[in-house]
């Protein structure tokens, strides 16, 4: 409760993408401001990845921060649990429209875009990668250009 008793204002959240891996395995990323100044350049924005089977949640994950680094124009985080699969999930600025996750075999993984989000001013896009495949780099490209390649740090080993 806010100190004259009302509740405090809550950024409402965005579904984003969502997604079926198996007749079983639903995945969905959704999207909200943190805090109550979105507009500071180090804003927080939380992104999350929920992915249930039969309704039973298996992962809830993400990552806040900036929507974006100053030296970077996409934010990602890669997970998993359990049996599932990894998953690559990111934030782009709006002049990105390539985006590849390289596993550790080579294998290339094309991430579908979305639209610009009005309210985030981003791009976003998630996927899974191939069963026993771990992420690797990104690949990421603006219209017209070679896509550059984004090191990313080692996954966690299973």
């Known amino acids: 409760m806010g100190v004259d008793g009302s509740a405090p204002h809550e950024e409402p959240t965005i579904e984003i993408l969502s997604g079926t891996l198996e007749e079983d395995l639903e995945w969905k990323v959704t999207c909200r401001w943190q805090g109550a100044d979105r507009s500071a350049p180090e804003g927080n924005l939380s ?33 998993t649990s359990g049996d599932l699969p990894y998953f690559v999930m990111v934030r782009t600025h709006p002049s990105i429209n390539q985006v590849v996750a390289v596993t550790g075999r080579g294998t290339e993984v094309e991430l579908a875009l979305t639209a610009v989000v009005p309210e985030f001013e981003l791009r976003f896009a998630c996927a899974a990668l191939p069963n026993g495949e771990d992420p690797g780099v990104l690949l990421v490209a603006r219209e017209g250009e070679e896509p550059t390649v984004i090191r990313t740090p080692p996954p966690p080993h299973r």
């Not at 990845?49 to 890669?78: A, H, M, T």
Request: aromatic fraction near 10%.
């Open 47 to 79: 992104t999350h990845l929920d992915v249930r089977r039969n309704g039973k949640r298996l992962l809830s994950s993400g990552f806040e921060g900036p929507p974006l680094y100053p030296d970077s124009p996409v934010n990602e985080w890669r997970g």
